[in-house]
């Protein structure tokens, strides 16, 4: 798979750089004589703390490699921490399966689209910034909402979800656009969760503590 930087994280590592140089080239100038060990410890500790900002916002391009027809496939990388019926008050106004996903700093953040089709609609709400792993996370916390109508007339509902430490959700998708699974919905930064709901009768293809690549794993199997 091909990695590159995700867009999202440009200017904080910008701004990351400037700031650890601002910081470090002085230590060095003003220290080096005397006290190394301040500078030496101050630069490696901002190459790992560097490494770990770039590191966060990698973006891999990904190909699914089955047939997408009636399949679902995973927002984001992550664990699958609630998998459970549901009654989806927002939009679909009917019982659903929600499947989510939660995602640690170390996971890739960026969210692709779980199934192809056409985005019908798109809102964010303000909310709190509980922790993401807890189930009242996904209608109490600061959200955005998404949903696509696949070729077969079949309405994905996905949520991206703030958590304590993600406060910033960014949602590429717009109504009317065209959804594909290799496509990024969004992006959200430092480590949250993502639920998807799927219709009842829909085929489960993963359990609770499973691991999941956005974009890659199937993680559903929709019915014809």
């Known amino acids: 798979m091909a990695v590159r930087l995700h867009h999202e994280g440009n200017n904080i590592l910008i701004v990351m750089a400037i700031v650890m140089l601002a910081v470090n080239v002085p230590a060095w100038y003003f220290l080096s004589d005397h006290y190394v060990a301040i500078p030496i410890t101050m630069t490696v500790l901002s190459v790992i703390l560097y490494c770990l900002a770039t590191n966060f916002f990698r973006s891999p391009h990904r190909v699914y490699q089955g047939d997408p027809d009636n399949i679902v496939v995973s927002s984001v990388d992550g664990e699958v921490v609630a998998l459970e019926e549901v009654y989806e008050k927002e939009y679909l106004h009917q019982r659903v399966i929600q499947l989510s996903v939660f995602m640690t700093i170390f996971n890739v953040h960026a969210n692709w689209y779980p199934v192809n089709g056409k985005v019908l609609y798109t809102a964010h709400h303000k909310g709190r910034f509980l922790s993401a792993y807890l189930p009242k996370s996904s209608t109490e916390n600061e959200r955005s909402t998404i949903v696509i109508e696949t070729p077969h007339k079949q309405q994905i509902l996905v949520r991206q979800?703030?958590?304590?430490?993600a406060r910033r959700i960014v949602t590429y998708a717009t109504v009317?656009?065209?959804?594909?699974?290799?496509?990024?919905?969004?992006?959200?930064?430092?480590?949250?969760?993502?639920?998807?709901?799927?219709?009842?009768?829909?085929?489960?293809?993963?359990?609770?503590?499973?691991?999941?690549?956005?974009?890659?794993?199937?993680?559903?199997?929709?019915?014809?």
């Open 161 to 165: 979800i703030a958590g304590a430490i």
């Open 176 to 224: 009317g656009e065209t959804a594909s699974i290799e496509d990024h919905l969004g992006f959200i930064k430092f480590g949250s969760r993502v639920d998807i709901f799927l219709p009842l009768g829909t085929e489960v293809l993963v359990k609770i503590g499973d691991k999941t690549t956005g974009g890659i794993t199937a993680v559903a199997r929709l019915k014809p």
